[in-house]
C-alpha cells in the first residue's frame, strides 16, 4: 500500500527533527495524536495539530500524558492510526499504557524526545537515559520495538518505519529521539507519495461467527478488527485466552505472555537495523545511537589519524538490539567502546554479547550537551591498546 | 389454556446482551450491579440503536467488569482511563455510541481528572457510575464517594473526609445531562439510560447501590434488602432539583431525578466548527467514521 499523497509534503526541506518527525506520521498514514505539551518534544504535536486537518485527521491535546497514552489506544480500536509525543517526565507516566498496548496488541507509536534526567531533570537539554526504560518501563514481560534516529532526515524516513513495524507487528513502537536530533534543522528530502510503502493493518477477513481476537497466525500474530463492524469483540489488560476472555490461570498466562515475547524474538533478524562504518579492518568498534553517533564520528576520524583502526556499529532499532550482529564482531575485534549519554545503560547490552571474549568500555556522560570527541579518542586509543 | 410464558420463552430477555458463555458473574449475591446491567439491557432494547455500533469502556474495579458482560464491542482498560480511551475511540469512530460503565473510585478518584475534562470538552460519552460508597474489587477501602462517619477498611474509625456531590461536580465541569437514581428505581434508571443514548455530549448517571460485603456488613446496615427498604423509605425524587443541594450523608435522605437536561456543542462539533470557518476549503475533515 502506498501513502496519501495528501499527507506527504514531498520536497526538500529545511526541518528540525521534531518537525520531521510529525512529517513522516503523517506520511505514514497517522491519522490521530493525543498529546501533552512538554519539552523538548512539543513542537512535533504543533506541527500535527497545523497539518493534520489539512489531511483529514484528528489532533487533541489532553489533560495529562495518561489520558494521551491511552487515547490513541481507543482511536487505534476506533480505526485510527495514531501515535504519542512525550519527554521524560511524560514517558514515565505512560509506562501503564504502554503495557497495555502491549497486552492488547494496540499497533500505536510513543515518540520520546529525550531530556536530562532523572526528574524535571534538564527539560531543554538532551539525554539518552530512557533506553532502558523504553525497554522494560512496564512492569510484567513483554517485549516491543524502538528505534532510534540521528538526524532530522531519519526522523522523517524512521518514523515510517516505526509505524510499520507497529502494524506488521501489533506492538507499541518506541521512537527515540533526543533534544539535539529534535532541534537540530537540516535538509530533509520527502520522497512523493508513491514511493513510500505503508504496511496495511491486518484487518481479518473472517466473519463475526469465526473470528477470535487472539488466535495468532503462523506468524504468531493474530489479527484485528475495529469497533462497530459488528464483531462484538472484547479486549482486556488482564491475561486472556484467544476468544480475548479474561483468564485467571497461569497455562493462559504462559500461552499468552510467551506469544508477546516470541511473536518479536522470534523475528528479530527481520526487524533489527543498524548503520556501520569502518568496521571492516577495526580493531575498536564505538557503539553509539542517535545524537552520540554523530559525535563518535569525528572521533573516529582523530582515531584514524593517530592509526588507531577504529569502526562505528551505529543501532538503529535499538529494539531488539542486533544481538548476532554483535556477537560476530565480537569475534573480530579488540575491544567495544559504547558512547551513551548515560551512566551505562546499552553498554550493557554490548557487554553481554561480547560475552567476556573482548572488553567494552563504557564513555558516559550525564546529559546537558554532547560528549567531547576527545572523551571518546581517549577510550578508543585505551581499547586499542 | 395456554402455557405460561416462562414456559414459551425460557430465554430471560436481558441474555442476548450478554456473553453468555462467561457466566457465572464474579458479583457477590446481593450486588447492585447486576441490576445496572439488567436496566442497561432494557435500555438497549428500548433505545433501537444498532447494537453493532454501541461500544462500551470500563475502568478498574468491580464495576469495571461490566463491560466483559456485554455482547458488544467491549473494553476493559486501565484503572481510571476509561473515559480517555473512550475519547480516543469516540473521536476515531464518530458513528459509535460509546458507553464508560465504571465505578466511582474508578471514575472519581483516580480518573478524576479524565472525568472533568471530559465534561469541560462535553466529549460525547454516556457515563454511567455505579456508585457503591467504597472500593469493592481491593476489599472494601475508603473512596472519595465515602459517606462521613462510614467505616471502611482504611478508614476503621469513620471517614471524616467530605465525599463528593457526584452531579454537582458533573453538572459544573460541563455536563449536558446528570441523573441520580438508587438501585430501586430500574425503571428510572432505564429511561435515563434511554435518554443518554439519545442525547449529544456528555451525559452522566449515577448508580447508588450496595455492597453487601463490605460496605453494608462492615457498617451494620444489614443485607442488600434492607438497603433497598432504605432506598424506598429515603429516596425523594426532585427532577431538575439543584445539583448543589443533593450532597449525600451517611443514611441520610436521598435526592434522586434528573437535575441536568440541557444543549451544548459536543467536542466533535465544535472541533469541526472551528477548523471548518478557519481553514475554509483547505480543510479536509476529521476522518471519522473510519
Known amino acids: ?385 | 389454556m395456554s402455557a405460561s410464558p416462562l414456559v414459551e420463552s425460557p430465554v430471560n430477555p436481558v441474555e442476548p446482551f450478554l456473553r453468555t458463555e462467561r457466566m457465572p458473574h464474579i458479583w457477590c449475591p446481593g450486588c447492585g450491579i447486576g441490576t445496572t446491567v439488567n436496566c442497561f439491557a432494557r435500555a438497549l432494547v428500548e433505545s433501537k440503536l444498532n447494537l453493532d455500533k454501541v461500544a462500551i469502556v470500563s475502568g478498574i474495579g468491580c464495576t469495571g467488569r461490566v463491560a466483559g458482560y456485554l455482547k458488544l464491542d467491549s473494553f476493559h482498560t486501565t484503572h481510571g482511563r476509561a473515559i480517555p480511551f473512550a475519547t480516543g475511540l469516540k473521536l476515531a469512530n464518530p458513528n459509535l455510541t460509546v458507553v464508560v460503565y465504571s465505578g466511582d473510585g474508578d471514575l472519581i478518584a483516580i480518573g478524576g481528572n479524565h472525568f472533568i475534562h471530559a465534561a469541560r470538552r462535553n466529549v460525547d460519552l454516556k457515563v454511567i457510575c455505579v456508585n457503591n460508597f467504597i472500593y469493592g474489587m481491593t476489599g472494601g477501602q475508603v473512596a472519595p464517594t465515602t459517606p462521613v462517619g462510614a467505616v471502611a477498611t482504611t478508614s476503621p474509625y469513620g471517614c471524616f473526609e467530605r465525599p463528593f456531590n457526584l452531579p454537582y461536580l458533573a453538572e459544573s465541569s460541563g455536563a449536558v445531562y446528570v441523573a441520580r437514581w438508587t438501585v430501586f428505581h430500574v425503571r428510572h434508571i432505564a429511561r435515563s439510560m434511554v435518554e443518554a443514548f439519545h442525547k449529544k455530549g456528555f451525559c452522566f448517571i449515577e448508580i447508588i447501590t450496595p455492597c453487601p460485603t463490605l460496605y453494608l456488613r462492615r457498617n451494620r446496615l444489614g443485607d442488600s434488602l434492607e438497603a433497598m427498604r432504605y432506598y424506598k423509605q429515603k429516596s425523594v425524587i426532585k427532577n431538575s432539583a439543584s445539583t448543589k443541594d443533593v450532597d449525600l450523608g451517611f443514611q441520610s435522605e436521598i435526592v434522586v431525578g434528573k437535575f441536568v437536561d440541557i444543549e451544548r456543542p459536543t467536542l466533535l462539533e465544535s472541533m469541526d466548527q472551528q477548523l471548518r470557518q478557519t481553514l475554509k476549503d483547505r480543510y479536509a475533515g476529521l476522518g471519522g467514521g473510519a
Open chain 1, 1 to 385: 500500500m502506498k501513502a496519501n499523497p495528501r499527507a506527504v509534503l514531498a520536497g526538500a526541506h529545511f526541518l528540525d527533527g521534531d518537525q520531521a518527525c510529525s512529517e513522516g506520521a503523517l506520511a505514514a498514514g497517522a491519522n490521530f495524536a493525543a498529546g501533552y505539551p512538554i519539552t523538548p518534544s512539543t513542537e512535533v504535536v504543533e506541527r500535527f495539530a497545523a497539518r493534520i486537518p489539512t489531511v483529514g485527521g484528528i489532533f487533541i491535546q489532553m489533560e495529562d500524558e495518561l489520558a494521551s497514552s491511552i487515547a490513541i489506544l481507543g482511536a487505534a480500536w476506533g480505526g485510527a492510526k495514531s501515535f504519542t509525543v512525550t519527554s521524560g517526565p511524560g514517558f514515565s507516566l505512560m509506562m501503564e499504557h504502554i503495557g497495555l498496548a502491549a497486552m492488547t496488541e494496540t499497533p500505536c507509536v510513543i515518540v520520546d524526545v529525550q531530556r536530562g534526567g532523572p526528574s524535571t531533570g534538564l527539560p531543554t537539554l538532551p539525554g539518552q537515559a530512557d533506553m532502558m526504560q523504553a525497554r522494560w518501563g512496564s512492569h510484567g514481560d513483554y517485549e516491543i520495538i524502538a528505534l532510534c534516529p540521528n538526524s532530522p532526515q531519519e526522523c522523517f524516513d524512521l518514523m515510517i518505519d516505526a509505524f510499520n513495524l507497529s502494524e506488521k507487528y501489533r506492538v507499541p513502537v518506541m521512537f527515540m529521539m533526543d533534544e539535539c536530533v529534535g532541534h537540530m534543522t537540516e535538509k530533509v528530502v520527502i520522497p512523493p507519495a508513491d514511493r513510500i510503502e505503508i504496511f496495511p493493518r491486518r484487518y481479518t477477513s473472517l466473519p463475526p461467527s469465526e473470528y477470535r481476537p487472539f488466535q495468532p497466525g503462523p506468524d504468531g500474530i493474530p489479527e484485528l478488527v475495529k469497533a462497530g463492524d459488528g464483531y462484538r469483540f472484547h479486549i482486556t489488560g488482564l491475561t486472556h485466552d484467544e476468544r480475548g476472555y479474561p483468564a485467571m490461570n497461569w497455562r493462559a498466562q504462559e500461552k499468552l505472555v510467551r506469544r508477546l515475547v516470541e511473536k518479536i524474538r522470534r523475528h528479530s533478524d527481520e526487524i533489527v537495523l543498524y548503520d556501520e562504518r569502518d568496521v571492516e579492518d577495526a580493531e575498536v568498534i564505538v557503539v553509539a545511537y542517535g545524537i552520540t553517533s554523530r559525535v563518535a564520528l569525528r572521533a573516529l576520524q582523530m582515531a584514524r589519524g593517530e592509526g588507531i583502526r577504529a569502526g562505528l556499529h551505529r543501532p538503529i532499532v535499538v529494539w531488539p538490539f542486533p544481538e548476532k550482529r554483535l556477537r560476530a564482531l565480537a569475534e573480530k575485534v579488540k575491544a567495544f567502546v559504547v558512547v551513551e549519554m548515560n551512566y551505562g545503560q546499552m553498554m550493557y547490552e554490548v557487554e553481554r554479547y561480547a560475552a567476556g571474549k573482548v572488553p567494552t568500555l563504557l564513555v558516559p556522560h550525564g546529559g546537558g550537551t554532547v560528549h567531547d570527541p576527545a572523551d571518546i579518542l581517549k577510550a578508543i586509543r585505551e581499547a586499542a591498546r
